[in-house]
């Protein structure tokens, strides 16, 4: 019996240590799992606050730009009127519609900083459909406040009302022009007409043999 003790004692001290390691690895793993969890967490609450300033500090500038006085306030809205975006340089290149976001009222300059931030979402969202069709609507646009607030909410409902019927893929139709009249449809192609089978080719008669004259002699 001591015998087979001493001759099974060195495999009960590899099974130990077998567990041992393995529970220090257990361990660490559980270690390592909590400390992503933590940096994972760490990196959300991160971007949320980074999210949330620069919300903040966007919030800062159009107030300053909408209702703020003196240098600052005319700095901001001079780098407004200098942007080079479709609906910014479409709009400003009118007289008129400068001076109604320069010089007009809080209310103007309330519509014009919503427009133009609609219109840099749109110019985002739909870079080869809505730039062309923001500038043309710019061009007749009226320089006042009714006017502003008006093409706002066509630009909104436009942006993020739900299609009413789907049509057009996810590019809203004040973005496709002609296609939104029915020119170009691009949910209802028309299908592509069946090509009828070839007919059975007719058989060709065998040619017929030209007739011999018969020279035999009949039998007597």
Same mark, same amino acid.
């Given at each position: ?47 949320? %606050? ?161 007739? %011999? ?8």
């Amino acid at each position: 019996l001591a015998a087979a003790r001493a001759a099974s004692a060195p495999e009960d001290e590899l099974e130990r240590a077998l567990a041992a390691s393995r529970a220090d690895n257990d361990a660490a793993l559980v270690a390592e799992c909590r400390a992503v969890d933590a940096a994972r967490v760490a990196a959300e609450a991160d971007a949320e %606050t980074l999210a949330e300033r620069r919300a903040a500090e966007e919030r800062e500038r159009e107030t300053l730009v909408i209702s703020g006085v003196g240098e600052a306030a005319d700095a901001a809205r001079n780098a407004i009127v200098a942007s080079t975006d479709a609906l910014a340089a479409a709009l400003f290149e009118r007289p008129a519609l400068k001076a109604l976001f320069v010089d007009g009222g809080e209310a103007a300059r309330r519509g014009m900083v919503k427009l133009l931030s609609l219109g840099r979402s749109a110019a985002k969202w739909y870079p080869l459909h809505a730039p062309a069709v923001l500038r043309e609507r710019a061009t007749a646009l009226d320089a006042t406040v009714v006017a502003v607030d008006a093409e706002v909410e066509v630009l909104e409902t436009a942006l993020f009302a739900m299609p009413e019927d789907g049509r057009h893929g996810c590019v809203p139709r004040l973005f496709l022009g002609d296609a939104a009249e029915g020119v170009i449809d691009l949910s209802e192609a028309p299908e592509a007409p069946v090509a009828a089978a070839p007919a059975a080719p007719e058989p060709v008669a065998a040619p017929q043999r030209p007739a %011999t004259l018969d020279t035999s002699q009949p039998e007597e």
